[in-house]
């Protein structure tokens, strides 16, 4: 096949018409819009083939006692915040609360207010004892605050995780 010059401006035509196709299409937003409070795990944010990690984690202590510890966690497939708390030991209640920095008012704003699990808190989606706050899109720095309740009327402990401001 040759080009010829009858051929030029339909190979012309050919080439604006691709590329206008081609750029028109709308990308996809690049992340998953998921609702406040949501579960990560339910929603695909955490677990299976999601981009999840650890930003911050920080142990409790009672008198130098480990209690267990409380992490924030971020999932880059969602851009979204989570708080976790995980007790060493057997614990009578774990609670927990997610902020978000706001920069306007110079201050910590709770996004999900503390959140209670009385006793033994199971959770199936990390097959473990541990607790999670739902997942929020947070545009600045977040924070993660848990205390820990032995069980048997033991003193409890608290702690947090947070990303530097």
Request: charge should be negative.
């Amino acid at each position: 096949m040759f080009i010829t010059r009858k051929r030029i401006p339909w190979l012309f035509f050919a080439f604006v018409l691709a590329f206008t196709i081609f750029t028109a299409i709308p990308s996809q937003a690049a992340h998953a819009q998921v609702p406040d409070g949501s579960d990560p795990y339910a929603d695909g944010c955490a677990g299976g083939n999601a981009n999840y990690y650890v930003v911050e984690t920080s142990n409790i202590y009672n008198g130098g006692q480990f209690l267990g510890y409380v992490q924030l966690w971020y999932s880059g497939t969602c851009n979204t915040n989570w708080g976790r708390v995980v007790p060493a030991n057997a614990s009578s209640a774990l609670n927990i609360s997610l902020e978000a920095y706001n920069y306007s008012a110079q201050s910590w704003q709770i996004k999900q207010d503390t959140r209670v699990c009385n006793p033994y808190c199971w959770d199936g989606a990390t097959s473990s004892y541990d607790f999670r706050t739902g997942q929020y899109d947070i545009p600045g720095p977040a924070s993660t605050y848990a205390c820990v309740f032995p069980a048997g009327n033991a003193p409890g402990g608290c702690s947090a995780a947070s990303q530097p401001i």
